[in-house]
Structures are given as structure tokens and as C-alpha cells.
């Protein structure tokens, strides 16, 4: 499972009523005849994080089979017949950047978590057995992602949780905690 994440906020003149309104519009569009290959999204009020100028915002997941099915979710995002409900939203952001993750472990589809952690590990080191016992540590775990060739500002890692994730990282790793809320009609 490959996700598309991408984070965004609105414009200052737009209400976060009104951004997330269009925001779900515009996802419920989409899952009404979704591209080939796209299995669900979601979509979170997010506390600040750097890569959105340190502010709240949103951070919207698109779960897809593999990095072939990006295309297609590419294409329908912005085909002609999803032109209107797309600009609804396009027209009240601000700044956007996009990230692609790979799951690692736990739920493919982690729809429900309340909170992220975004870990980076010291260079140089393998990640694979540190990670394992972070996850094994760790309390509320759901599911673990990594970014796939540093594509998106995002950290190397996050571990995505219910709203009691705690974890403990070995010494030289970066930790950042991003509380969500989901959004739904």
C-alpha cells in the first residue's frame, strides 16, 4: 500500500468551516467513481507542522495499491468533470506540498488515527531493527509508513496512532507529535 499524502492550509480569508466543507466535497466526488486503484482517503485537521510555514492545517491520505495507480488518482483529481468541485477547494489554498509513503507495518488503511508521529532516524544507521522496537514500545500504535525517495517535507517516518500513541525513540532520533481530527460530512 503506497499513500499520497498531502498537506495544506487555506487562505486567511476562508473559514475552516467553509475549507472543509469544499475539502470533503471534493473527496466525496472523487470516491464516487474512484480511479483505478485508489482504495480510500481521509482527511485531518492537523496541528502546525514545519513543512506549512509552522500552522495548523490539513493533511488529506490517499490510499492506493502501488505507485502505478498515482496516475490514475492524478488524473481523475483534476479531469473536466471534476473541474468545479476541485477549484472549490484549489481557489481557497494557500501553500500545498505533497508527500508518497510506503506502509511498513500495522492497518493499510488507518483511517481513524488521532495522532502522528513524525520520527527521523541519525544518518548513517540502518532503520529497520530501531523502528521495530519503537513500534514493539509504543502504546496506541495503528500503522507505520515510510517516505519513498524524499519525495514531500514530511519526515522520513510516521507512526500513525489512536489518541494515546506514545512511543519512546533511541537516542539521535527526532520526534514530532501532530494531534488530528478527522473530518466527515
Request: hydrophobic residues 40%; aromatic residues 6%.
Given at each position: 500500500m503506497i499513500a499520497y499524502v498531502f498537506w495544506h492550509a487555506p487562505l486567511a480569508e476562508f473559514s475552516s468551516r467553509d475549507y472543509g466543507a469544499a475539502l470533503l466535497d471534493f473527496q466525496a466526488d472523487l470516491m464516487s467513481a474512484p480511479p483505478s486503484g485508489l482504495a480510500s482517503c481521509a482527511t485531518y485537521q492537523i496541528s502546525e507542522v514545519p513543512w506549512l510555514k509552522s500552522r495548523p492545517g490539513y493533511e488529506d491520505w490517499y490510499f492506493v495499491h502501488s505507485c502505478a495507480d498515482l496516475d490514475a488518482l492524478n488524473e481523475a483529481a483534476v479531469k473536466p468533470s471534476r473541474w468545479e468541485v476541485h477549484a472549490r477547494i484549489a481557489t481557497k489554498m494557500e501553500v500545498g506540498h505533497g508527500g508518497l509513503y510506503q506502509h511498513l507495518h500495522g492497518e493499510q488503511q488507518p483511517l481513524r488515527g488521532e495522532r502522528a508521529i513524525w520520527l527521523t532516524r541519525p544518518r548513517g544507521i540502518r532503520y529497520q531493527r530501531p523502528l521495530q522496537e519503537i513500534i514493539d514500545g509504543s502504546t496506541g500504535f495503528l500503522s507505520c509508513w515510510r517516505r519513498q525517495m524524499v519525495l514531500g517535507p514530511g519526515d522520513e517516518f510516521v507512526?500513525?496512532?489512536?489518541?494515546?500513541?506514545?512511543?519512546?525513540?533511541?537516542?539521535?532520533?527526532?520526534?514530532r507529535s501532530v494531534e488530528r481530527t478527522v473530518l466527515a460530512h
Open positions: 507512526i500513525v496512532g489512536n489518541s494515546s500513541l506514545a512511543l519512546n525513540a533511541p537516542t539521535g532520533w527526532q520526534t
